[in-house]
C-alpha cells in the first residue's frame, strides 16, 4: 500500500506564511509527479501546483509568485511553502502524488486526506 502523509496546516493571519508536507511511504518503486490541490466549501478541487520527479514546477495562476512546491526525493516528500497568503487561499489543501510500485511501467495516483489551511483578515 501507498500512503500520503500531510502536515503543516492551520490558522494563519493575513500576509503571514505556512509550508506543508507530504510525505509518501510504502511500496513505491518510483515516486512521479507529485501536487497539491485545494478546495473551497461548496467549489470544485482546483491545481495549485505540480512538481515533476526531476523537479520542473508548474503553478496554477492565483498562487504564482507567492507559492513554492518542492520535493526532495530522498525522502518521498513534497512540500508547498505559501507566502504572503490572502483569505482566499483557505480551503482544504490536498497532496497527491503519481507512483510506480514495480518495475512495470503501470502508474497510480494516491491522495491524501487534506489538511486545512485557514487565513484570517
Known amino acids: 500500500q501507498v500512503q500520503l502523509v500531510e502536515s503543516g496546516g492551520g490558522l494563519v493571519q493575513a500576509g503571514g506564511s505556512l509550508r506543508l508536507s507530504c510525505a509518501a511511504s510504502?511500496?513505491?518503486?518510483?515516486?512521479?509527479?507529485m501536487g497539491w490541490y485545494r478546495q473551497a466549501p461548496g467549489k470544485q478541487r482546483e491545481l495549485v501546483a505540480t512538481?515533476?520527479?526531476?523537479?520542473?514546477?508548474r503553478y496554477a495562476d492565483p498562487v504564482k509568485g507567492r507559492f513554492t512546491i518542492s520535493r526532495d526525493n530522498a525522502k518521498n516528500t513534497a512540500y508547498l511553502q505559501m507566502n504572503s497568503l490572502n483569505p482566499e487561499d483557505t480551503a482544504i489543501y490536498f497532496c497527491?502524488?503519481?507512483?510506480?510500485?514495480?518495475?512495470?511501467?503501470?502508474?497510480?495516483?494516491?491522495w491524501g486526506q487534506g489538511t486545512q489551511v485557514t487565513v484570517s483578515s
Open positions: 512538481i515533476t520527479s526531476v523537479g520542473s514546477t
Open positions: 497527491s502524488a503519481k507512483v510506480r510500485r514495480t518495475v512495470l511501467p503501470n502508474e497510480n495516483e494516491y
Open positions: 510504502g511500496s513505491i518503486f518510483r515516486l512521479g509527479t
